[in-house]
C-alpha cells in the first residue's frame, strides 16, 4: 500500500508542476498582450530584429535542462548535489565568458566604383588627320 501512495504522491507533485508552468505561460501571454507592458517576449529569440538560432538554442536547452533537474530533485535517489552542480556550470560559464571576453569589433568595408562615359568629337571639316601615324 505504501509504493501505491508514492505512485499517488508523485503524480501529484507533476500536476503540481504542469499547473504551475501552465500558471507562468498564461502570465506570461497576458502580459505579452497588453498594450501598456514593454514585455515582448520574442526578444528572448530575436537578435537585431531576426531569430537567433542560438538563443532559441539556448532556450530549449534551458527548458529541457530545468525540467530535468526538477525531477532529478523529485527523484531522491540520485546525487542532486553534482546535477545541481552541472546545472549551473552549464548556464553560468557562457555568462562569465561572455562577460571577461574582449570585445568583438566589427569591421565593415566600403568600396566604391565609378565610371565614366566619354562621348567621341567628331573632327572639324577643316582638319587634316593623317592614319600612317
Known amino acids: 500500500m505504501g509504493g501505491s501512495n508514492r505512485a499517488m504522491s508523485e503524480h501529484i507533485a507533476d500536476a503540481a508542476l504542469g499547473v504551475i508552468l501552465l500558471l507562468v505561460l498564461w502570465s506570461f501571454y497576458k502580459a505579452q ?53 552541472a546545472y549551473g556550470a552549464m548556464w553560468v ?16 568595408t566600403q568600396t566604391t566604383s565609378s565610371t565614366q562615359t566619354t562621348t567621341p568629337v567628331k573632327p572639324e571639316p577643316f582638319e587634316h588627320h593623317d592614319d600612317r601615324g
Open 93 to 108: 560559464a557562457p555568462i562569465v565568458a561572455k562577460l571577461f571576453s574582449p570585445p568583438q569589433v566589427t569591421t565593415s
Open 33 to 85: 498582450r497588453d498594450p501598456t507592458n514593454s514585455l515582448n517576449l520574442f526578444d528572448l529569440v530575436m537578435e537585431n530584429g531576426r531569430i537567433s538560432r542560438i538563443a532559441v538554442a539556448f532556450l530549449v536547452a534551458l527548458l529541457v535542462t530545468s525540467w530535468v533537474l526538477i525531477i532529478a530533485a523529485h527523484d531522491t535517489a540520485r546525487n542532486l548535489d553534482v546535477i545541481f552542480s
